[in-house]
């Protein structure tokens, strides 16, 4: 859901105020467009910049939700979100012992998933014409490891 409400602020034109990404790479949304909650330490905040009042209405069905922000619109806005990896960071691999398998046998317990640094900006159109380009906080994702348990 706090991913979903982020977009909902970038692509609205929304000054984002506080955001934190998830710990590892998620699939939902691309990198660096991701936020995560967790009370009472990690929150999503936004600005309201628009000069006027903002309606957040949510709908939830089938395992899906919607957010819609109403309010005052500029006539031929476009926001553009873009993300960009500036490294792929490699994931470790652990090997475990594991009494159960025989001498020489293993099995993968994990499979490994690489970590990344993204870069996220959003440029804001009028008519065609880009009037800004920011930078948004850059994205940390950690590696997860590769678990190999081993017979002993």
Same mark, same amino acid.
């Given at each position: 859901?706090? $991913? #979903?409400? @982020?977009?909902?602020?970038?692509?609205?034109?929304? #000054?984002v105020? &506080?955001?934190?990404?998830?710990?590892?790479?998620?699939? /939902?949304? %691309?990198?660096?467009?991701?936020?995560?909650?967790? /009370? !009472?330490?990690?929150?999503?905040?936004?600005?309201?910049?628009?000069?006027? @009042?903002?309606?957040? *209405?949510?709908?939830?069905?089938?395992?899906?939700?919607?957010?819609e922000? @109403?309010?005052?619109?500029? %006539?031929? &806005?476009?926001?553009?979100?873009?993300?960009?990896?500036e $490294?792929?960071? %490699?994931? !470790? =691999?652990q090997?475990?012992?594991? =009494?159960?398998?025989?001498?020489?046998?293993?099995?993968? +317990? &994990? =499979?490994?998933? !690489?970590? /990344?640094?993204?870069?996220?900006? *959003?440029?804001? +159109?009028?008519?065609?014409?880009?009037? +800004?380009? =920011?930078?948004?906080?850059?994205?940390?994702?950690? !590696?997860? %490891? +590769?678990?190999?348990?081993?017979?002993?």
């Amino acid at each position: 859901m706090s $991913s #979903t409400l @982020y977009n909902t602020g970038l692509l609205a034109n929304l #000054t984002v105020t &506080q955001r934190s990404n998830h710990d590892l790479a998620i699939s /939902y949304v %691309p990198l660096g467009q991701d936020a995560t909650v967790a /009370y !009472p330490d990690l929150d999503l905040k936004f600005l309201n910049t628009t000069g006027g @009042y903002l309606l957040v *209405r949510t709908k939830v069905s089938n395992n899906t939700i919607t957010i819609e922000l @109403y309010g005052k619109v500029n %006539p031929g &806005q476009e926001v553009v979100i873009t993300n960009s990896r500036e $490294s792929i960071i %490699p994931f !470790p =691999e652990q090997k475990l012992v594991d =009494e159960t398998l025989a001498h020489g046998d293993s099995h993968v +317990k &994990q =499979e490994g998933q !690489p970590g /990344y640094i993204v870069n996220s900006s *959003r440029t804001i +159109k009028v008519n065609g014409q880009v009037i +800004k380009t =920011e930078s948004l906080k850059q994205s940390h994702y950690q !590696p997860l %490891p +590769k678990i190999i348990a081993v017979g002993a």
